[in-house]
């Protein structure tokens, strides 16, 4: 704790966050087969250099580093190698009722898989006991297409197909989206504190380290080139120059603001540090080094702590600021 320009001892703030959204990402040729052959209820090793059979099938060799391709059919039952129980299972998990996480050497394969064990209770379970696939009802080519593992043998047995092996074109996966939903409370440090706190107030507070020091905004918990704490608070204007800047003209996923658009460093005066934000309120092609800027706030009863307070900066009309005086802030 600091105190306060009060002189009561100020908490450090601290706020419960969500960071929640779609991972999109290509598969590639060999993730991609193995997917693939996922959503056609049939599970796929690759052979390395040694001959092993890796299940899932890396994308590499871990030995040469070559890509992986020599598909290989392996069986949809396999031995328990290693387990712990999960009793509270939260949300995302395979299974919503108690269960067993558990690394499964499949038949046919010489590495193991981790998934879910559906086994009821913890003295069901054992190392080395044998285990089968549970397929999902709706399969796209994703491993949630295996619903967990279940005690038992497979019915099946080991795949009688090659078709996997030779998955291509439209019929490959090329794609998979994993949702990431990450919950935790973020302790804000001293500087951060008084930043956002000064947010709050509709102020823009930097830190230094003393006097004649190079004014931070955001703060930083220390100066990078003597390592002294940058707790001296400065308060700098909502106004300031455009040092760099780029346009973006590419749409892509959760994008809020329709391009073309430009994001900024914005040297705010009295600041001796850019930060990066919008720039609105006129065309992404009026945008240039050297404007000069300003913030443009949300309404008072909107504020809270965070800079999405300032909802983006425009152009003041006044002249543009001489090279040589933000040079040295690029």
Known sequence: MTPGKSGVAEQPLRAPLNLKFDYTRSVGPTIGAFVTAL?????????????????????????????MTDFVDVSDTGTVVTWTWMPEPIDGQPLTHPFAWALIKLDGADTSILHAVDAGSPEAMSTGMRVRVRWADERTGHIRDIACFEPGESDAGK?????????????????????????????????????????????????????????????????????????????????????????????????????????????????????????????????????????????????????????HFRPTGEPDADYDTYKHHL
Not at 39 to 61: L, N, Q, T
């Open 39 to 67: 959503r056609d209820r049939k599970v796929i090793g690759a052979r390395g250099s040694d001959g092993r059979i890796h299940v899932p099938p890396p994308e590499f060799d871990p030995s040469t580093h070559e890509p």
């Open 159 to 311: 795949s009688d197909s090659a078709s996997t092996a030779t998955a291509s074109g439209d019929n490959l996966v090329t794609g998979i989206i994993t949702p990431v939903d990450l919950h935790y409370t973020h302790t804000a440090s001293f500087e951060e504190s008084f930043y956002l706190r000064g947010l709050a107030a509709g102020k823009v507070i930097g830190g230094r380290t003393g006097p004649g020091a190079k004014v931070y905004v955001p703060p930083r918990s220390a100066s990078p080139t003597d390592g002294i704490p940058t707790t001296e608070q400065v308060e700098v204007s909502d106004k300031g120059i455009v040092t760099t800047f780029c346009i973006v003209n590419v749409p892509f996923m959760g994008q809020q603001i329709k391009p073309p658009y430009v994001a900024a460093y914005v040297l705010l005066d009295g600041a001796d540090i850019p930060f990066l934000h919008l720039i609105l309120d006129c065309d992404a092609s009026e945008v240039r080094m050297g404007m000069r800027v300003e913030a443009v706030w949300k309404p008072k009863d909107e504020w809270e702590y965070s800079l999405k307070n300032i909802s």
